[in-house]
């Protein structure tokens, strides 16, 4: 079939700016856990840990969903569970910053 | 609603209705839906810099309740974009009208009630002085 929008090229640079974007907001998300409250609070070292952990393994998770699909978008549909999957990861990230802006008001 | 959610995540469901339509319909809808997905990172990412980068406000907890108010709107601008591109692929799949939506006025109008909110405080601050 006759193709001049270069549709899948097209869809293949979408999921890498989304990428891309999933990995600046996991590194604000891990500087936001690490510096988070004034010395002191123990509890607060430890969930800022968790969620830093957390936050790491999410990226990984979405970004090899973002791979996957970007380099399997074609004409063959295919798209599976990838859709989904990284809005998931994306309501991940905006509760595990909740979680740390919520850590200021204590 | 939880039949709504498993419904997201289950591609057969979704290819059992009418016929497969033209490939690039799907991933024009496809990139619809990456352009809303990063509309989301990128309020998460402003309510993400708020909670680290912005000073301390007069206003006891401004800074927090904006940060989480950001965060929380793009999460849910990212719920929406999985509603709205599964309802747009399947009303292509049946050949009927792509859903219309208020979301888009409805997010430019908060995001902008937003900022004037905030050039007001940045303004009584300047005059106001501390």
Known sequence: MRDPGLQPERTRLAWRRTALALTVIMVLTVRLALTGPPAGAGAGETLGAL?????????????????RRATGAGPAPGYGRSLPLVALATVGFALLGTLLAARGLG | MWQVIRRWFDPRELRSVGTTP???FSLANERTFLAWLRTGLALVAGGLATAQFLPPLPLAHLREVIAVALLLLGGAVAVRAVDHWARTERAIRLGEELPASRFPAVLALAVGLGALLLVAAVLVRAVGGP
């Open chain 1, 51 to 67: 969620v830093a952990g957390a936050a790491v393994l999410g990226w990984g998770a979405a970004l090899t969903v973002c791979w």
């Open chain 2, 22 to 24: 033209d490939y690039r």
